[in-house]
Every structure is written in structure tokens, then in C-alpha cells.
């Protein structure tokens, strides 16, 4: 199995920009997340999504997009790419009894930098 | 406001001792506590859990002590080997919000 996979590892855009985060898990999890890291700080979820077609906003929201179409795949978008949006991102996933006691498999990261 | 503190950014210890990581927190809700342990250029992975009902969960060379009433958490690696120096994450479930809130990780370094 391969887990939780992430595509590009790594990205640079301009200001303004637009792109899509491209996540993938092959564990049959119902549950998707996707975090970003900043600098000395931990993980923040930005977007999660408890099965098909239910999405939902996590605590750091602005800026981006989500879709959950199947269970697969789960891409985060950014529609308008700004400096601040500079960071590791991660996509989890977890089976139903995962996301009650926190056990998230995470993918490798994806490193965006916007410029 | 960090619901979760992990005040020591980086932690060095010998090999074949004892290494503690803390981690403190203010959420009376939170029901699960979690230790994830993170690699250069790698995705977190779970090392250890804790529930709220519980004070300690052991696993090998790895211990969670949970203490409520002071609302603190401690991993403790013995003996302390150079492949455990990784960045480890504290982190937290809240009971009704079904969320995970990260701590911002210590960064451990064992010497050989």
C-alpha cells in the first residue's frame, strides 16, 4: 500500500497564482485532512472532510478550496496565491476510529513557496 | 491563544539515557493525547497515545504520563538511541470538536 500520497513535493508561485494540491489514500479512510506547517509551529488544519461529498472548514480556512468527490482523492486549492500562504502543507487521512483518538496517517508534505 | 505548549524547541540528550519531552495544555475538553515523531522531509508519524482516563501508556522504550489536574503530558524515551532524534509533536483531541490541535514539536538530538 501506498499510504497517503502528495503531489508536487514542491512548488514555487507567483503572487497571484493559482494551484492545486493534489492528495491521494489507498487505506480506504473515511476521513481526509489537510495542514499546513509554518516555521517553529505545529501543525494547523486548514480543511477536513469526514466521507464523500461532506467538506469542512478547519481553522485556518481563508484562502483556500477543497473537494471530496470520491474517497480517494481530496486536492486543496489556491485560488490566489500570496506570500502568506508560504508553507509545508500535509494531507492525513484516518479510518472512523482514527479520528476519534487523533491517529492521522500523513502524507510526506508538500513545500510551496510563493513569491 | 496555543491550546497546546510545548515550551523546549530542541532537547539533547547522550545516548542510552533517559530523554522527557513535556507538553502542556488548557482545553478542559480534550479527551486523547498523542505523540507524533517527525523526520526531515517526512510526514508525521504516530508514536504513542494517552486516553483522558488514563495516567500512562507504555509501549516499548516509549511512556506517556498524563497528569489532568496540572493538565501536562510527558513522552519519556529509555534508553535514548541516535535514530530517535526527530521533531516530536504533542498533540490533543477535543471530545466534541473531533479536532486534532498540534503542539509547535521539540526537536530531540541524541548523541551517540
Known amino acids: 500500500n501506498a499510504g497517503v500520497t502528495q503531489t508536487p513535493k514542491f512548488r514555487i508561485l507567483k503572487i497571484g497564482q493559482s494551484m492545486t494540491l493534489q492528495c491521494a489514500q489507498d487505506?480506504?479512510?473515511?476521513?481526509m485532512y489537510w495542514y499546513r506547517q509554518d516555521p517553529g509551529m505545529g501543525l494547523k488544519l486548514i480543511y477536513y472532510s469526514v466521507g464523500a461529498g461532506i467538506t469542512d472548514k478547519g481553522e485556518v480556512p481563508n484562502g483556500y478550496n477543497v473537494s471530496r468527490s470520491t474517497t480517494e482523492y481530496f486536492p486543496l486549492r489556491l485560488e490566489l496565491a500570496a506570500p502568506s500562504q508560504t508553507s509545508v502543507y500535509f494531507c492525513?487521512?484516518?479510518?472512523?476510529?482514527?479520528?476519534?483518538?487523533?491517529?492521522?496517517?500523513f502524507g510526506e508534505g508538500s513545500r510551496l513557496t510563493v513569491l | 491563544d496555543q491550546q497546546v505548549k510545548q515550551n523546549s524547541p530542541s532537547l539533547s540528550v547522550q545516548e542510552g539515557r533517559i530523554s522527557i519531552l513535556n507538553c502542556d495544555y488548557t482545553n478542559s475538553m480534550f479527551d486523547y493525547f498523542l505523540w507524533y515523531k517527525k523526520y526531515p522531509a517526512e510526514g508525521p508519524t504516530f508514536l504513542i497515545s494517552i486516553s483522558s482516563i488514563k495516567d500512562k501508556n507504555e509501549d516499548g522504550r516509549f511512556t506517556v504520563f498524563l497528569n489532568k489536574s496540572a493538565k501536562h503530558l510527558s513522552l519519556h524515551i529509555v534508553p535514548s538511541q541516535p535514530g530517535d532524534s526527530a521533531v516530536y509533536f504533542c498533540?490533543?483531541?477535543?471530545?466534541?470538536?473531533?479536532?486534532?490541535?498540534f503542539g509547535s514539536g521539540t526537536q530531540l538530538t541524541v548523541l551517540p
Open positions: 498533540a490533543a483531541v477535543d471530545g466534541s470538536a473531533r479536532q486534532l490541535t
Open positions: 492525513a487521512s484516518s479510518y472512523s476510529q482514527g479520528a476519534n483518538t487523533g491517529e492521522l496517517f
Open positions: 487505506m480506504n479512510h473515511n476521513y
